[in-house]
């Protein structure tokens, strides 16, 4: 076994950039006695909304219940259609699925791999409650493009993967009815465990998502209606805020590799770059490529001690757990086959631009042998 000399993120760098400044506000939240929600999560809230130019930010558990209880503050529920993509983390349908609703997937456009706009709106039908398009890699879906086809029905934004990112001048998670971020420690803001958000400009869905994250009661012990116990919580909102100062100059930084490795690898034979729209502003997640005889380009660079990650290695519609939906095979033929060759490679932002002169070598002389 070669050793890892370019991981796929290093997370610890960031921890080493930022200890300095992390362990002090550490230990005065260790300190405060109050560890779940609190002033630290409240504070969070606000620079969030802040940043992202909504009224309100809702913290809860993980980017998952974001999801979740965004679609239920929404009113998804038995009998509803949400429209989305099948190429995905399964998060983003498993949600549909937990409420009793049902996924509609509809493909992706072959160049940004996103949600197609037009095969969103032919989708729709009086069942669609919710059009759920999720920014994948960090590149903005079209949700103007969305929003002009399917007038009249709400988009959740799956904004897990993509903070940072503008479309047409604002910001990622400001576009549609609402927004569902994650900060997973490999998300573009990362905590040191599990957390998520919500994010809406509508007073109503932030005080459904804030009662729905406590059990479903406003005032305690006594629920309106049975909800979850999702919370974001002081330490993760203490990282958070933190960080958040950072993420423009990550993103900034990000975005100059990918610059890199889109030059050095455009004359590459074998692989091909995905679309990067000229009116958005991408917040790299992933830098992600379709790669030929990719199960070959793997070991190939694992021997020059280079990780590499295939997200998604299977659509979601063709994973055991939706197999009850009723499609099958060649259902969505570009999902299907971006799932045969993305490759993603790697992409944090304190890595070296040496780091990726070495990735792309490596990737030339693959194609080249
Ligand atoms: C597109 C997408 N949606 C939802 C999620 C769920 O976020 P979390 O892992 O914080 O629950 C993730 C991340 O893992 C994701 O990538």
Redo the contacts with the bound molecule.
């Keep these: 076994m070669v050793d890892v000399r370019i991981p796929l993120k290093d997370l610890a760098a960031q921890y080493r950039a930022l200890e300095a400044e992390l362990e002090p506000a550490f230990r005065e939240f260790l300190a405060s006695g109050q560890y779940i929600l609190g002033p630290p999560v409240e504070k969070f809230e606000r620079e969030a909304a802040e940043y992202l130019g909504v009224g309100y930010c809702v913290g809860v558990g993980?980017?998952?219940?974001?999801?979740l209880i965004a679609l239920r503050a929404l009113g998804v529920g038995e009998g509803d259609d949400v429209v989305t993509t099948p190429f995905?983390?399964v998060?983003?349908a498993d949600v549909i699925v937990r409420l009793r609703a049902r996924p509609v997937f509809v493909d992706v456009d072959a160049e940004t791999l996103n949600i197609s706009p037009g095969a969103a709106a032919e989708a729709v039908t009086g069942r669609t409650k919710v059009v759920m398009p999720?920014h994948?890699y960090g590149l903005p879906a079209d949700v103007t493009a969305i929003a002009a086809a399917i007038p009249g029905i709400p988009i959740l934004e799956?904004a897990?993967?993509a903070i940072g990112g503008e479309f047409a001048g604002r910001k990622v998670g400001s576009l549609g009815a609402g927004a569902?971020f994650?900060?997973?420690p490999t998300?573009n803001l990362g905590a040191f465990g599990?957390?998520?958000l919500i994010a809406t400009d509508d007073g109503t869905l932030a005080d459904i998502a804030r009662r729905l994250r406590v059990h479903g009661a406003v005032s305690k012990n006594y629920p309106e209606e049975i909800g979850y116990k999702s919370r974001l919580d002081g330490l993760q909102a203490t990282v958070l805020s933190i960080k958040l100062k950072y993420l423009d100059a990550w993103v900034a930084r990000t975005r100059g590799l990918v610059a890199r490795y889109r030059e050095r690898l455009a004359p590459v034979e074998g692989v091909a770059l995905l679309a990067e729209p000229a009116n958005c502003r991408p917040a790299y997640h992933q830098f992600t490529v379709r790669a030929t005889r990719r199960e070959e380009l793997r070991p190939f660079l694992a021997g020059e001690g280079i990780a590499s990650a295939i997200y998604y290695p299977a659509a979601v519609h063709l994973t055991p757990a939706f197999a009850n939906l009723g499609y099958g095979a060649g259902s969505f033929p570009e999902a299907e086959k971006a799932a045969g060759d993305v490759l993603s490679l790697p992409l944090w932002p304190e890595m070296a631009d040496e780091q990726v002169e070495e990735v792309c070598a490596a990737v030339a002389e693959f194609y080249g042998r």
Excluded: E, P, R, Y
């Design positions: 993980s980017g998952t219940d974001a999801l995905t983390f998060a983003s999720v994948l799956d897990a993967q569902a994650s900060f997973f998300k599990d957390g998520g």
